[in-house]
């Protein structure tokens, strides 16, 4: 199967990243090379670089195809690893960096890739192919905690019910398929959310999010990917459900805060400054056209902040 995605917010991530032809830039989720390949061709071959990351050995393979004649490189690495990997390419400092959240269509797309509910395939969901896999966690964690689970990452309201007869069905035979899993889900739920809407979203959201740590490595990129840029380089991320883009926007706002001391001090003791600021104050979202042309884009939320120089 050929690894097809369509790049989400294409023109405002090149745009938003405001590319040096001598700048060193990172693509912290190559996937298809779709943002890299656009960010490559405004670098001058002689002077700029791309380094382009991905946990899925699929991608990588692609994305090095992809991006051969310019001036890129391509290795299997989660973005949160990005200040190892650019420590051992011996760079300082990058001038722009990008993060494209989530799942690519072609891993959406492919069936045996697990992710999807739309067809029967076996129960995995793990974007490196190593470690935990969902059927590892429907099979195996208690139904307090597949509760927790697809409560808070899926914030599914009828996520107990979802867990007490996942729970249920294992106990006859072992869950192995997307199919069946969704299945199980569907029962879960009252007549009239199926007759809504497919009702398996946010429980495989959930999954998917635990079986990659997908919040956790986030939350250790933001600080990593900020840290690695040089004084004036940029960050975008791209988001594809709320966890994610309030994690991001916390993180940010973070970044820009100044004086933290109590409102009653009459002068500033503790000498806080901030150490960006955001490029857009609110979220960059699709048009209508993108959204017209790319339905999966509709959730998509673009942030960029930029690190002050002082």
């Known amino acids: 199967m050929e690894f097809k995605h369509v790049s989400v917010l294409l023109n405002e991530c090149i745009e938003g990243l405001a590319i040096k032809p001598d ?14 390949r ?7 071959p002689s002077k700029g670089r791309l380094i382009a990351l ?3 050995p699929e991608a990588v393979k692609t994305a090095t195809e992809r991006l051969e004649g310019f001036p890129a490189q391509v290795m299997l690495a989660n973005y949160s690893e990005m200040d190892m990997v650019l420590e051992e390419l011996g760079v300082d400092g990058v001038d722009g960096i990008l993060l494209d959240l989530g799942v690519s269509s072609y891993q959406l797309d492919n069936s045996q890739r697990g992710f999807s509910y739309h067809s029967d395939a076996p129960l995995d969901m793990r974007m490196s192919k190593e470690g935990v896999s969902a059927r590892d966690i429907v099979n195996e964690f208690s139904q307090q905690e597949l509760g927790r689970i697809i409560f808070e990452y899926g914030e599914e309201k009828y996520a107990r019910s979802i867990a007490a007869n996942i729970v249920k069905a294992r106990e006859q035979a072992p869950i192995e398929t997307t199919g069946q899993l969704a299945e199980i889900i569907k029962n879960s739920v009252p007549q009239r959310v199926r007759r809504e809407k497919n009702p398996c979203k946010k429980t495989f959201q959930a999954i998917r999010i635990v079986v990659n740590d997908e919040l956790g490595h986030l939350d250790k990129a933001l600080d990593t ?3 690695c840029l040089k004084p004036g380089g940029r960050l975008a991320i791209i988001t594809f459900h709320s966890l994610e883009d309030r994690l991001v926007k916390q993180r940010f706002a973070s970044f820009t805060k100044g004086c933290i001391c109590p409102p009653e001090f009459p002068v500033c003791v503790c000498g806080r400054k901030p150490v960006g600021r955001l490029v857009n104050k609110k979220p960059i979202e699709p048009g209508s056209e993108e959204l017209a042309a790319n339905n999966r884009s509709r959730s998509a939320k673009l942030r960029i902040i930029e690190k002050i120089e002082y």
């Open 38 to 44: 656009e960010i490559a061709k405004r670098l001058d």
């Open 54 to 56: 991905d946990r899925d």
């Open 23 to 36: 700048g060193v830039y990172v693509d912290g989720t190559v996937g298809g090379a779709g943002h890299s």
């Open 225 to 227: 990917a900020f840290e």
